[in-house]
């Protein structure tokens, strides 16, 4: 059974700067995609960032700039620096994989941005 497992949320002013990690665990094969989503009460989910295991990466304009995802394959573990953060990137942060074409979801970590 895949797992992904969030960490590093918190409460930070605005300006300030977060680092999330996520780390897969039940899986010997290199995730192809691993991603950040968020969601914001009220709000859809959305994708944040997302890298494959070439190294390629796809943001949002909304953290362009701002927001660094990377990964380690051969631990199969994706990070999330986030920079300059605003009161508009409050949400839960959700790690996802694919793995053999199957999704999988971590639980979610907080992010309050707020003075």
């Known amino acids: 059974q895949v797992q992904l497992e969030e960490s590093g949320g918190g409460l930070v002013q605005p300006g300030g700067s977060l680092r999330l990690s996520c780390s897969a665990s039940?899986?010997?094969?290199?995730?192809?995609?691993m991603a950040w989503y968020r969601q914001a009460p009220g709000k859809q989910r959305e994708l944040v960032a997302a890298?494959?295991?070439?190294?390629?990466?796809n943001y949002a304009d909304s953290v362009k700039g701002r927001f660094t995802i990377s990964r380690d394959n051969a631990k199969n573990t994706v990070y999330l620096q986030m920079n300059s953060l605003k009161p508009e990137d409050t949400a839960v942060y959700y790690c996802?994989?694919?793995?053999?074409?199957?999704?999988?979801w971590g639980q979610g970590t907080q992010v309050t941005v707020s003075s």
């Open positions: 039940g899986t010997r094969v290199s995730i192809y995609v």
């Open positions: 890298i494959n295991k070439f190294g390629t990466t």
């Open positions: 996802y994989g694919d793995v053999l074409s199957r999704d999988y």
